[in-house]
C-alpha cells in the first residue's frame, strides 16, 4: 500500500514538471511561525494529576514545506514516541497537522488557524480516543515567546483540557 501511495505521488510530480517549466513552489509567508519552533526542546506533560518528561527536536523538512517533529518521553513509565508534520494549506487557508505516535495506528488530523496577536496556534480535528473509535480533538499552542510553547488538547467537547503540555526550548 505504501508502495502504491509513493508511485502515485512520483507520478503526479513528474507529470506535473513535465507540464509545465514553473519554478517549485515557494513557502508561504505563513510558514513562518513554524519555522520559529526548529531546534531541540523539553517537554513536560501533565495528566490527571501526574507529570512526565520527554523530549522533542522539530525540524523543516520536505522541501521547507513541513516542520518535522519527533518526541520521546517517559510517558507515565513506558516508553512514547510520537511523529508531526505541520504545514499551512495556501488552498485552504489554514494550518494542517498529522500527528502519529506508538499508541496507535491511526493518526490524528487536525486543521486551524493562528492568531499573531494573541501567538496562539488554535486546531480542530480527529483521531482516535482513548477507546480506539474516532474522537474529536482541540489544540491550543499559546507561544508567548521564542523559547516557550504552552500546549492544551481537548478531548470531545471538554472545556478543560484533557491534558497540557509545556515545551521549553534548550539552550
Known sequence: MALVRTLCGLALA???????????????PELDVLKKLVGDWDATMKFGGMESKGKVTYKMEVGGMWLVSNLESDLFGQKFHGKGLDSYDTGKKKYTSVWIDSMSGSPMTMEGTFDKEKKTMTLAGEGPGMDGKPTKFRSVSQMPDNDTINFSMYMGDGKEPSFTVVYKRRK
Do not use: G, L, N, Y
Open 14 to 28: 513528474f507529470a506535473a514538471c513535465t507540464a509545465t517549466a514553473q519554478d517549485a513552489p515557494k513557502a508561504p
